[in-house]
C-alpha cells in the first residue's frame, strides 16, 4: 500500500513539473517570435525583458470618414508627457506596440530631453469616424538598445522621404532617404547654410544659394498619380519664385513644387507628352506668408487630367492640366530641393525646410489633413504613464 502512495506521489509531481515546462516553454515562444522581431510587444512580455514604463496614445480620427492604413504618425514627447529621467539617453528604450501588443516600426527624428522629441511610428490601421485606435508607447529599460526601422515606416507609396536631421557639412550624401529607395541627398553649394531647429524636430535652413542634390533614377520619375508634399517656413526672401523641389532643368521638368512671392500662391511645373512646358499654379489662394510654418502639397490625377492644391491639409484649388495633355515623366535630370535648375536665372528657396515627401499616389483629402494634424500634434491623445 505504501508502495503505492510513493508512486502517485512521485506521478502527480511529474505532471506539475511537466505543467511547468510546458508554460515556460510556451512563454519562451511568446517573448521570441520571428513575427514580432524577437518580442510579442505585449504588457507581460516587455516587462519580462525590462520595460518598466508605457503611455497609451489615442488616434483621433473621429471626424474623418476616411481608415488609414500604414500610416505614419508622429509622435511628440515632452516633459509634460512622461519624466526623462525613466528614458534611456538617445531614447534606446523606444518602443511602440499595437492594441494586440504586436510591436511596431518606428524612427526617432530627434530625442531632445530638454523639450520635444519626435518619433514617426507605423499604425497598421486607423478606423475612420473613431477616436478608439490606439498604440502603446513604452519605456525604461536601462539594458535595451535601439531597434529603429525608418524604411519600414515609409511603405505605402512613398519614393522619397526626407527629414533634414543632418548637418551640411556631415560625409555626403548628408541628407539620408527615409524610404526603402534610399535617395540620399548630397549638399551642394550651401554655403553658410545649415541645420536649425524647426516645427518637427530639425529641419534645414536655406540662405538663397545651393541646394540638396538627389540622383535621378527611375522611380523618381513619374507619369501617374503622386504626390509632392513639403513643411516649410519662408523667411520672405528671394525674388519671383520660391521654389522647394524641382526635377528637371530649363523648364524640361518632370514635377516641382513652389510658390509665388507676390501673392504666396503654390504651383507645379511639367512638360506634356505634347512636349509643352506647363505651369498650373493656385488661383486666387495666398497660401505661403512668411514667417509662417506652412505643409503644402500638391496631388497629380492623371485619369482626370487635374491638380489640388493644398494648404495645411485643406484643399484650395483645383486646377485642369493645361492643354489636356497628360505629364511625359521621361526625364533624367537630377531632383533639387531648395533651388530651380534653370541656368544662371536660378530661383532659390529663403528659409526652413522641415521636411519633403515624394509619392507615387495621389493622397486624398483626408489623408492630407491627418498628415497636417499628425505635423502639428493635434492627431493625437496622450494618457498618463503607467508602471508595469
Not at 35 to 41: A, I, L
Not at 227 to 233: A, I, R, V
Not at 363 to 377: I, V, W
Amino acid at each position: 500500500m505504501g508502495s503505492r502512495v510513493v508512486s502517485l506521489a512521485a506521478l502527480l509531481v511529474s505532471l506539475q513539473c511537466a505543467h511547468f515546462d510546458a508554460q515556460s516553454y510556451y512563454a519562451g515562444l511568446l517573448l521570441n517570435s520571428p513575427s514580432s522581431g524577437g518580442s510579442s510587444g505585449s504588457v507581460d512580455a516587455l516587462k519580462a525583458q525590462g520595460w518598466t514604463k508605457r503611455l497609451k496614445i489615442n488616434a483621433l480620427n473621429a471626424s474623418s470618414a476616411e481608415s488609414f492604413t500604414d500610416f505614419p504618425l508622429l509622435v511628440h514627447l515632452d516633459s509634460t508627457r512622461i519624466s526623462y529621467g525613466d528614458t534611456e539617453n538617445s531614447g534606446a528604450d523606444v518602443r511602440f506596440t499595437d492594441s494586440s501588443g504586436a510591436l511596431l516600426d518606428y524612427q526617432l527624428e530627434r530625442w531632445n530631453e530638454s523639450g520635444t522629441s519626435t518619433v514617426w511610428v507605423r499604425m497598421p490601421a486607423i478606423s475612420a469616424s473613431s477616436d478608439e485606435d490606439y498604440l502603446y508607447f513604452y519605456y525604461g529599460n536601462p539594458s535595451a538598445s535601439a531597434s529603429e526601422s525608418a524604411s519600414s515606416i515609409w511603405t505605402d507609396n512613398y519614393r522619397a522621404v526626407w527629414h533634414f536631421t543632418e548637418q551640411n557639412s556631415d560625409p555626403a550624401p548628408q541628407f539620408k532617404d527615409s524610404s526603402s529607395y534610399g535617395h540620399h541627398g548630397t549638399a551642394t553649394g550651401m554655403g553658410a547654410a545649415a541645420r536649425t531647429g524647426s516645427l518637427v524636430g530639425y529641419g534645414q535652413n536655406f540662405v538663397g544659394s545651393g541646394h540638396v542634390n538627389v540622383t535621378d533614377t527611375t522611380h523618381l520619375r513619374l507619369t501617374n498619380d503622386f504626390t509632392l508634399e513639403s513643411l516649410f517656413q519662408w523667411n520672405g526672401g528671394g525674388g519671383s519664385y520660391g521654389y522647394v523641389i524641382e526635377k528637371g532643368q530649363n523648364d524640361d521638368d518632370n514635377y516641382a513644387l513652389f510658390f509665388t512671392i507676390a501673392g504666396g500662391r503654390l504651383a507645379t511645373e511639367y512638360q506634356d507628352s505634347a512636349g509643352t512646358y506647363r505651369n498650373p499654379t493656385e488661383t486666387p489662394a495666398t497660401s505661403v506668408t512668411s514667417g509662417t510654418y506652412v505643409f503644402a502639397a500638391v496631388t497629380y490625377d492623371r485619369a482626370a487630367l487635374r491638380f489640388r492644391f493644398y494648404k495645411n491639409g485643406i484643399l484650395t484649388a483645383t486646377v485642369a492640366a493645361p492643354g489636356g495633355n497628360p505629364i511625359a515623366g521621361d526625364q533624367t535630370f537630377d531632383l533639387r530641393i531648395g533651388r530651380q535648375d534653370f541656368g544662371g536665372g536660378n530661383f532659390y528657396f529663403y528659409g526652413t525646410i522641415d521636411d519633403v515627401a515624394i509619392s507615387s499616389a495621389r493622397r486624398s483629402d483626408e489623408y492630407l489633413l491627418a498628415r497636417n494634424k499628425s505635423f502639428r500634434d493635434t492627431f493625437l491623445q496622450y494618457g498618463s504613464p503607467e508602471d508595469l
